[in-house]
């Protein structure tokens, strides 16, 4: 018996000592196995850095007919000169040593606020760089064909609209250094111009004969492929770098630990140097309420695109701005200073006066409905009535000459 269990020891002995051979030998494994999903993540995302600056390059060719900043491009295509010129992606996902870069080379080569040529074949270079990790995206983008005169332009009168212009009220005061209105029809010129305003009626208004871009296609409003997500803590602020385009959904919003709310309401702010872009899906511009918008100071405007209706009040603006509206806008007021484009392939429906944002341009695929003070220029495919007793219109068109309409804007 004793020998019995002298030898079930034994056995159990090899047992314990082979189980223990075989997990140390596994470890080796297991660890390489974690090294390879690591380095399988971050390669990805580095493809996914590459494709985001490839998507800037491509977006800031066909946006630049009247010059582009092409600061943050390297000089390039060295190793050296890429990585003296890696842009980071803002993203909460990477953290710590995980930060997504990329750098882009472009030729032939762009500088200072070159403008691209049309109908010509510029090879991007994007390398995308996630912790060491590199990827390489080379491919080839031909500009447009000149424009021939097509570029999309403003009307150069104040007030313009393929249909019927109504001012309701006699006693609006005018102010406008050149033709105020333009139209098919003009109804009620019964008004009464300040001392300021252009004494001759038939410098008041004449008939429509260029074409009004105020159409926006529906390719504005589908953000390009390796868009990368914005995120967002709601009553916080979104910031956006020189050029950085993002888009928002539900998905990244979130509360301050991390989980997603019933938002509904929910204030946010955003901030964005020249030439960046936020994409609004519809349902997320449905439940959200913009407190601030803060562009820059010069150069070219912060776009916050938005797919859907939007209704805005008592919102705080400064610096170039401009908002693209897949639907409907509603104006209930506001207030800041610079130069705000509003541009609507719906109604635009101005609640109340909004004298107290300096600068305005308001484009409407279908028709305008104003009331109140007004300083700026508009203009409609269908009707524009203006209203107000005793408000105080003054035309100008800075926010044209501070920047232009989109490029793929037309007349249809």
């Known amino acids: 018996m004793k020998s019995q269990r002298g030898s079930m020891a034994v056995v159990a002995l090899v047992m ?3 189980l223990l051979i075989a ?25 996914y850095a590459a494709e985001a600056g490839f998507v800037r390059a491509k977006t ?6 009247d010059g582009g900043d092409w600061g943050w491009l390297a000089k390039s295509s060295s190793n050296t000169d890429l990585k003296a010129a890696m842009q980071s992606i803002k993203d909460e996902v990477l953290i710590g040593t995980k930060q997504a870069n990329y750098a882009v080379y472009i030729s032939p ?29 080379r491919r080839i983008v031909t500009t447009a064909a000149s424009s021939g005169g097509d570029t999309p332009t403003a009307i150069e009168a104040m007030v313009a609209a393929g249909g019927k212009i109504t001012v309701h009220n006699p006693w609006m005061h005018f102010n406008s250094d050149g033709t105020i209105f333009t139209s098919a029809q003009l109804t009620d010129l019964n008004v009464n111009p300040n001392s300021d305003a252009a004494a001759s009626t038939s410098n008041w208004w004449g008939s429509l004969s260029n074409p009004l871009y105020t159409h926006l296609p529906d390719s504005m409003f589908a953000y390009p492929s390796g868009t990368s997500k914005g995120y ?46 936020v994409y609004f899906t519809n349902a997320v511009v449905s439940k959200l309420a ?12 912060l776009n916050v695109i938005i797919d859907g209706n939007i209704s ?48 305005l341009f308001l484009s409407s695929d279908g028709n305008i409905n104003i009331t109140g003070d007004f300083t700026g220029q508009m203009q409609a495919k269908g009707n524009i009535d203006i209203w107000g007793v005793g408000a ?5 068109g800075d926010v044209i000459k501070a920047f232009s309409l989109p490029s793929e804007m037309t007349t249809i």
């Open 60 to 65: 800031e060719l066909n946006n630049s007919a």
């Open 290 to 301: 913009f407190n601030g918008i803060t562009g820059p100071s010069f150069g070219k405007p």
């Open 232 to 277: 967002l803590t709601y009553g916080g602020t979104l910031n956006l770098a020189a050029g950085e385009t993002v888009y928002m959904d539900s998905l990244q919003i979130t509360d301050w630990q991390g989980a997603h709310p019933a938002y509904t309401g929910s204030s946010i702010n955003i901030y964005g140097q020249a030439g960046s872009t």
């Open 109 to 137: 080569e762009l500088t200072d606020n070159d403008i691209p040529a049309a109908s010509t074949g510029y090879t991007i270079t994007s390398v995308g760089q996630v912790n060491g990790i590199q990827k390489i995206l």
């Open 312 to 359: 805005i009040s008592n919102l705080n603006f400064s610096g170039n701005v401009r908002i693209i509206v897949n639907g409907t806008l509603i104006l209930g007021g506001g207030s800041g200073s610079g130069n705000f484009m509003f541009l609507s392939n719906g109604d635009i429906t101005v609640k109340q006066s909004i004298s107290s944002i300096h600068n």
């Open 392 to 396: 105080t219109y003054i035309f100008n």
């Open 16 to 18: 314990m000592l082979f």
């Open 23 to 47: 997990g140390v030998a596994w470890l080796p494994m297991l660890a390489q196995e974690h090294k390879i999903v690591q380095n399988d993540w971050e390669e990805q995302q580095a493809w």
